[in-house]
């Protein structure tokens, strides 16, 4: 069976202020192309202050696009920025062939790999609410009838001239969501109970997140040199080297532009990370726009109200890396590591775990016989410095977090001794 043939886009861009940056975000589409299943086939620029309210290109520009359409034989056009609804069908009606921009893209990539009931739902919903919002801009150019990138995810039915099918399928959908949410609350009260330490992995997509998770954990999730290889949130228990047990969680990765729909649709597993006890940051040591997606990741943990925690940053990837220095200001630690070849990971748990143990508090505390299993929550949660067996208890001296040493004082009233 010979595979099927690539479609061509033809990648557009007006350049507001920085021209250094608008091309580095027509090279990461020209990969989210690619990703999807499409390939690059040429660009058309312009400067402008702003995009042109009806047609996002100035009126010669867009000529000059549908020659560059016609001798690129292009099966559509792709913008780096979201277009309205005016300006879609504008483009579509000037050109002749289909016209989508970088949500779109984003999102069948997101339909295309997610995998858990979950990663569907939120995804199908984000291109739901899209839809919504953009039924006039589509036209004949993306009838769900062709195939290519924009035409994965829901439905088989007229989604495009259909608002009320659209309205009733969201309908549904959000109220799964709900019960996904409920159910995923549920597991994150039973880990508060259990004093469970969660460390969140955060990142741009492609830092290597899932490559260290499986060098950290074994996890065994898939690892791609691609945007968004995976999707969905794996969660492992993790042993640092001082023996503490905790819960080590990969996220969504992060990337220039990310639709609103999936910051709204991914919440309920982005918000993982605002539970967490620590932020851990992968950042590609090796990516030429290694600064300007650092600042990705944390724009969008600030719109996510994620902060005021402490974040360990690992520059991944060390071994391809061409700057010597390496910094994120924004850090309590930095490492240097390579997960691919795991070099450094040993320097990486340490950070992890001093970074708990500034966290904690050193206390002394004689446990009864009858309550041993607290001891042995001292062992899983803490790091005991000293242990001892006396005639009418244990004594233990151990660094624990400030919840677990009140649930001490106060469900079994040991004899609890601050000595910092």
Known sequence: MLPMEKEKYVLISIITSDEQETMASLDELSRLIDTAGGEECGRVLQRLPHPDVKSYLGSGKVEELRMEVIMTDADGVVCDDELSPV????????????????????????AAHAGSREGKIQVELAQLKYRASHLSGFGKAL??????????????TKLETDRRAIRHRMGQLSRQVKELESVRETGRKKRVKNRAIVIAIVGYTNAGKSTLLNALTGAEVLAEDKLFATLDPTTRALSLPDG???????????????????????????????????????????????????????????????????????????????????????????VRISAKKREGLDDLTKALSDTLKEMQTLLEMQIPYADTAFAGKVRQMGQVMEE?????????????????????????????????
């Open 143 to 156: 009838s769900r009838q062709g195939g290519g990138i924009g035409t994965r995810g829901p439905g088989e």
């Open 87 to 110: 300006q879609m069908l504008t483009l579509s009606d000037a050109l002749g062939v289909k016209v989508i921009d970088r949500t779109i893209v984003i999102l069948d990539i997101f």
């Open 244 to 334: 503490m047990q905790v819960l080590l969680t990969d996220t969504v990765g992060f990337i220039h532009k990310l639709p609103h729909q999936l910051i709204e649709a991914f919440h309920s597993t982005l918000e993982e990370a605002q539970y967490a006890d620590i932020i851990l940051h992968v950042i590609d040591a090796s990516d030429p726009d290694l600064e300007m997606h650092r600042k990705v990741v944390y724009d969008t943990l600030s719109e996510l109200k994620i902060t005021g925690k402490p974040i360990v940053t690992a520059f991944n990837k060390t071994d391809l890396a061409t700057e010597e220095i390496l910094r994120d200001k924004a850090a309590d630690k930095t």
């Open 388 to 420: 001892e067996y006396l005639e009418d208890g244990i004594r233990l001296k151990a660094y624990v977090p400030s919840s677990l040493a009140s649930e001490y004082a106060s469900r079994i009233k040991p004899k609890i001794t601050n000595i910092q």
